[in-house]
């Protein structure tokens, strides 16, 4: 298996799910044809964030590692309407790929990237109103960008951290996982315990993609 559930499955979901339309399926076969060597979210993880936006309607989004801008793109269809993104990508490469495929897509006045590593641009963000945020940068950085991504949120907000579960090594044992591995894989365990027993989050690991956790912050409201 490539990935941590059984390939077969995310074929056939991925199979049965609607084509993408516009920018974000000129990216898919970029990536499909092997043209550009560039992450973005998994169909699966796709088709979650859709569900739960279309759910959610936020009106202001947090997104820590842009890549190319596939995500936000696909975020910005649920915003309410004025609705922004804001976006940090740290990596030059990235940066001018998402501001050309952002402006394909006419939404230079609704997503925003900010330039540069998010250890330092985070603890200088002071809104305190984002309904949503998705991470889904370097995963070792998870637990060090947690009490950001809690104190930027706003309460009934919702964390969907991407890539948890590091292709299943992190159920593993650290002596079965690659020793260059087990630092990043320790602290996704960390993380994990963190947002699992965090008192102002109610969480769920999902296994699919490559592991998908939801949090919901609770606030000040009592968890029974």
Known sequence: MSEINYDYIAQYIRAIRPESQGILKE????????????PIIKPEVASFLQVLLSLQKP??????GTAVGYSSI????????GGKIITI?????????AKSNIKKANLQDTIT???GNASDILPNLEDKDFD???????????INF???CIRLLKDDGILVTDNVLHKGAVAK???????????????????????NHHPQLISAVLPFGDGLAVSHKIGGKNIE
């Open 27 to 38: 990216i898919e076969l970029k990536l499909a044809n092997n043209e550009e060597s560039w």
């Open 146 to 148: 947690l009490p950001h």
């Open 74 to 81: 696909l975020m910005s269809q649920y915003l309410q309407p």
């Open 132 to 142: 949503f945020i998705f991470m889904d940068c370097a995963k070792g950085q998870y």
């Open 113 to 115: 990237i900010l330039e």
């Open 89 to 97: 990508e740290r990596f030059d490469l990235m940066q001018r790929q």
């Open 173 to 195: 044992s650290k002596y079965l996982v690659p020793r260059r591995q087990r630092t990043t894989h320790t602290r996704l365990r960390e993380f994990l315990y963190e947002i």
């Open 59 to 64: 009106y202001k989004i947090l997104e820590i």
